[in-house]
Each structure stands twice: as structure tokens, then as C-alpha cells.
T-cell receptor
């Protein structure tokens, strides 16, 4: 239990669906991240939020849309995804003093 | 671009010592972290090297040499539960922002 909770844990969607991934942390961290993890590849940074402001968008396609309503919650809205978007999507929050990332267990996404 | 290289797989027996190397080519390098991820689980923080030298935490130690752009994770007295993926991650500074860039991960298999 890392203190970062992601829902849903598993999601199957068609290419025309719209769905959202949710991340929640009550660790008092002000920075939150979305990473994509595909098999045999490095974790890919997608988005960074600091104090609810987006500070990094790592050339992510617009079919992924993040939302950070407050420092404890982070969403990733998904629409018209492609099969190659199937992956594990990990949320993390960062402890400011040490730089340590606390990860959620991820949302396993399958796009049919 | 920013890249970190580490071996894809390592196998060792219980009680042995194993070293997982990581070389990096980055700009704005600030420090090197190591994370452990069991199958189906969240990556969890193991160690951080902000300075050259060895950091020891129980059975795990981590080393950094900035002049060689190289670090390693040393696992001693291996146990079956140490079977997992291990990621090195470079903490990079871009302006006032910090971000972690990950290697592809090393799958460690511990045999009885």
C-alpha cells in the first residue's frame, strides 16, 4: 500500500469509447504524474502536474486528456484510442523533499 | 535525447550477490534512483544517489559515479522474494522542474 490509489485496475474499451482513469493520493504531495508502461519498454512520462498546474506534456496525443482538479486527484480522460495504446497506466505522486515517487498499482488498459 | 541502459535480464541463486548496472546519457542530471516492481504491482522506491559513492540500505546498496555516467544496484543474500523488475531512473532538472526518466528495467529471477 503506497498511499496512491488508481481506479479502475482493469479496463477494456473499444476504439470509439470514452472512459476515464482516476488517481487519488492523500500523502500531502503537490506533484502528480501519469506514466505509460508497455512491455519491454521504459516507463514513459506522459504528464506532470505541480500544484494543480500542468508543467509537462511529453508529446502525448490529444486522445489522452489529463485533468487535475486538486492536489489529491488526477484523471486521465481517454477517447478514440488505438490498439497500440493498450498498456499499464501508472499514476505517481512525488515527495518534495526527497524526490521519491510513490506509484499506484496502475490501470491495465486494453483497447480493442 | 535522454537514455538509460540496463541489462534486460539477470538470473542468480538464493543467497548469492547480484549487481545490476545502469549507464546513462542525459542532460541536467541530478541523481540516480532505483525502483523495484513485482509482477502486477506498483514500482516502489529502493534508493537514491545524489552524490558519488555507495549508499547502503540493508541487503541493498546503490552506487553512483558521475564521471563515468554509471551506477549500479547491489543485492546481497538474495531471497526468492527479490525476483522482480528493477528500474534505474535519472532525476533530471529542466529549468525549475524535476522529472524522472526511467530505464527499461532488469528482470531479476532468483532460483532456489
Amino acid at each position: 500500500e503506497t498511499g496512491v490509489t488508481q481506479t479502475p485496475r482493469h479496463l477494456v474499451m473499444g476504439m470509439t469509447n470514452k472512459k476515464s482513469l482516476k488517481c487519488e493520493q492523500h500523502l500531502g504531495h503537490n506533484a502528480m504524474y501519469w506514466y505509460k508502461q508497455s512491455a519491454k519498454k521504459p516507463l514513459e512520462l506522459m504528464f506532470v502536474y505541480n500544484f494543480k498546474e500542468q508543467t509537462e506534456n511529453n508529446s502525448v496525443p490529444s486522445r489522452f486528456s489529463p485533468e487535475c482538479p486538486n492536489s489529491s486527484h488526477l484523471f486521465l480522460h481517454l477517447h478514440t484510442l488505438q490498439p497500440e495504446d493498450s498498456a499499464l497506466y501508472l499514476c505517481a505522486s512525488r515527495q518534495r523533499e526527497t524526490g521519491e515517487l510513490f506509484f499506484g498499482e496502475g490501470s491495465r488498459l486494453t483497447v480493442l | 535525447g535522454q537514455s538509460l541502459e540496463q541489462p534486460s535480464e539477470v538470473t542468480a541463486v538464493e543467497g548469492a550477490i547480484v549487481q545490476i548496472n545502469c549507464t546513462y546519457q542525459t542532460s541536467g542530471f541530478y541523481g540516480l534512483s532505483w525502483y523495484q516492481q513485482h509482477d502486477g504491482g506498483a514500482p516502489t522506491f529502493l534508493s537514491y544517489n545524489g552524490l558519488d559513492g555507495l549508499e547502503e540500505t540493508g541487503r541493498f546498496s546503490s552506487f553512483l559515479s558521475r564521471s563515468d555516467s554509471y551506477g549500479y544496484l547491489l543485492l546481497q543474500e538474495l531471497q526468492m522474494k527479490d525476483s522482480a523488475s528493477y528500474f534505474c531512473a535519472a532525476l533530471l532538472l529542466s529549468g525549475s522542474a524535476r522529472q524522472l526518466t526511467f530505464g527499461s528495467g532488469t528482470q531479476l529471477t532468483v532460483l532456489p
